[in-house]
């Protein structure tokens, strides 16, 4: 084999190295920091949509969220129309400084007049009551969700 031959070998392979390397550090920084997004300046303003009036809460409807098992057990988050995020961003809603969250676990939004909980690609998972979350799921009154070590209701 010719030392030319040889050489281009070796910068073929250094180059695949460091393409290696740097596609490591961008899943890490992503896992750690979330996703990157467009500047706001860059991004087209959203069509601005009519104040409407507050929908009456049913007698059915959940209208909180309690932390009853983990860390953070007692906290409690007021349900409104907007969807709340959980994990370890510090941009989620309820934010979990657990090993077993990811940084955008899951989500629960509100529905046709339910409450859905989505999981969001998370590592180890998301549960409701025993059962693993694989597509948006109606969650009923009073049952567990479970992420990681923090168990949370829906609540009237």
């Known amino acids: 084999m010719s ?3 040889l050489l ?11 393409f290696f390397v740097i596609a490591a550090v961008g899943v890490i ?4 920091f979330g996703p990157r997004t467009a500047p706001a300046s860059a991004r087209k303003p959203a069509k601005q949509a009519k104040p409407m009036a507050k929908p009456k809460q049913k007698k059915g409807e959940p209208r909180q969220l309690i932390v009853t098992g983990g860390p ?4 409690i988050i007021n349900l409104t129309e907007m969807p709340i995020t959980i994990g370890r961003a510090n941009d989620a809603t309820l934010v979990l400084s657990d090993d077993y ?6 989500r629960l939004f509100p529905q046709d007049g339910q409450w859905i909980l989505e999981d969001l690609g998370s590592t180890n ?11 948006p799921t109606p969650v009923p009154l009073g049952v567990p969700i479970r992420i990681g070590k923090t ?5 009237k």
């Not at 920084?29 to 750690?32: I, K």
């Open 125 to 135: 998972g998301t549960y409701l009551e025993r059962s693993k979350v694989t597509r």
């Open 29 to 32: 920084r992503t896992d750690l």
């Open 101 to 106: 969250a990811s940084s955008r676990h899951a």
């Open 3 to 5: 030392e030319l031959t």
């Open 72 to 75: 953070l057990q007692g906290t």
């Open 151 to 155: 168990v949370i209701e829906l609540r």
């Open 8 to 18: 281009l070998i070796r910068l073929a392979f250094l180059a695949l190295l460091w």
